[in-house]
């Protein structure tokens, strides 16, 4: 799925990571977010596109200014992309288990 | 039921930690590793070869219940110290996932609990990202049939 492989791009990016740990808290403006950076505005605002386009930023219209806020849901996607896996190891772990638990009460 | 197994993937890292806690003294719990009779009972995998010493090398070899060979894996050792360490390459043979480096460390957490630690090193990030967008790769034919072999035993 091109979308999620977007979304992994977007948080491989150190910078992008910070955008995303900076809006976490609190909505803000492309500028605010900007100031927290050494970087120039322009790649910033790449930034920000990017994030944008892969759906873990919402952009949010306030009179003149567009405040960026992070989105949950998607953010807890990426946070649930590694539980099928997980899942995968903790049945085999847990067969491990059983087994040696049954040669161990077999040898007693 | 509480999550014995965690898995730590930090974003755009090529590897990841995959740790579990056992209610099995440390021997036991080595010796799931050690010999084949055990790993081929919990990995669902036929062994066709284990030599536990450094230079060694396993192959494991999964089929479907009607005897055809559905996924094949390999690899070498390169340490092997009982009770401790097992360091090795895995590899899944016919797919487009690079070898991976794996880092067993077996620990004693007290006399009838211990401790696994799997330290798993990918090629790139995105093969990282490619295993973990596919969690079963490693193991779909694996627990299909386990879960044949349960619901025959149900039956």
């Known amino acids: ?4 492989r ?11 990571r910070a955008i995303l740990m900076l809006v976490a808290s609190h909505a803000l403006t492309a500028g605010a977010i900007a100031a927290n950076f050494d970087t120039a505005r322009p790649t910033v605002s790449k930034h920000l596109q990017i994030l944008t386009e892969c759906e873990l ?3 949010n219209q306030n009179g003149r200014e567009i405040y960026y806020h992070i989105n949950a849901k998607k953010m807890k996607e990426v946070a649930d992309f590694i539980e099928p896996f997980r899942n995968m ?8 288990e059983d087994v040696m638990k049954k040669y161990k009460s077999k040898k007693q | ?5 965690k898995v730590n993937a930090e974003e755009g890292k090529q590897d990841l930690v995959i740790t579990r806690e056992f209610d099995l003294p440390l021997e036991l719990l080595f010796k799931a590793y050690e010999e084949p009779e055990f790993l081929e009972q919990w990995m669902g995998t036929k062994v066709l070869k284990l030599e536990n010493r450094m230079h060694g090398g396993y192959h494991f070899e999964t089929s479907d219940p009607k ?12 340490e092997f110290s009982r009770n401790q ?5 895995f590899e899944m043979e016919n797919t487009p996932f690079p070898v991976q480096l794996e880092f067993l460390e077996f620990e004693k957490l007290t006399d009838e609990t211990s401790k696994l630690t799997m330290h798993i090193i990918y090629k790139s990030v995105a093969d990282r990202e490619q295993i973990l967008r596919m969690p079963f790769a490693q193991g779909i034919n ?10 025959l035993t149900l039956k």
């Open chain 1, 1 to 4: 799925m091109n979308l999620r």
């Open chain 1, 6 to 16: 977007d979304v992994f791009q977007a948080i491989s990016d150190p910078t992008r």
């Open chain 1, 57 to 59: 930023l919402k952009q």
């Open chain 1, 89 to 96: 190891w903790d049945d085999r772990f847990n067969k491990l």
């Open chain 2, 1 to 5: 039921m509480e999550r014995k197994t």
């Open chain 2, 67 to 78: 005897g055809n060979v559905v996924f094949k894996a390999n690899g070498v050792i390169h």
């Open chain 2, 85 to 89: 360490r097992i360091v090795r390459t």
């Open chain 2, 142 to 151: 694996m627990a299909h049939n386990r879960l044949q072999e349960v619901l």
